[in-house]
């Protein structure tokens, strides 16, 4: 009976728990909006918690605040540092929160002319994606499986595809509960490229 009672007792506490790490819900995805337009350099690591729900990573909000990681902090961080120091485990999420960080100091003015072709020859603008871009990008998110299905597909008709293509080649027209997020997921990353592709980053690249 004890145990029971116990048990009981621990269920409010697990579920008030489980609320407070729930994804939030967004309009639109990622929250672009949230990103501080202050100078990075000098971001608190509220600010930090922010940027990094706006990239689309609210679930690494605690990690860098137990850092805790302020800006200059943060605009240090590679790939490997994420992993070592913030424990990320997901190599895909450590590989896109180190292009957003180049994006965000390009944007900012904080990269050196060598640095800034660097990143912008490591992240070329998606509609100059090759089709092998496309299938090393489904892969780096996980949806290799899915791969074959855009086999013909480069960057420039990946941006320019409807949900109902996309859907399509995510789902093979079917409704399975698997491949519905699959197409979720995908729609909500080709938005991200495409934004990325209409985005000032594409003036940059043609300044080189």
Known sequence: GKLRRSSMLALPILSALLSTIRVPEYEQYPPRHLEPLTDPTRWRVEEVQAWV????FPEYRGAFGEGPV???????????????????????????????????????????AVERQVHLTAHPRTDEWSRV???????????????SNFAQ?????????????????????????TDQATFELLSAQVRHLRERTSSGMGGLKSEL
């Open 53 to 56: 729900e706006s990239i689309g």
């Open 70 to 112: 302020d800006g200059p902090k943060l605009l240090k961080f590679t790939a490997a540092k994420l992993e070592d120091e913030l424990l990320l485990a997901a190599p895909e999420h450590r590989l896109v929160i180190e292009m957003e960080l180049g994006e965000l100091k390009l944007r900012h003015g904080l990269l050196t």
């Open 153 to 177: 597909v480069d960057g420039q008709t990946l941006v320019a595809m409807s949900e109902a293509q996309l859907q399509v080649l995510a789902t093979g027209g079917g409704s399975d509960e």
């Open 133 to 147: 871009d496309v299938r090393d990008f489904l892969e780096g998110q996980g949806l290799g499986a899915y791969a």
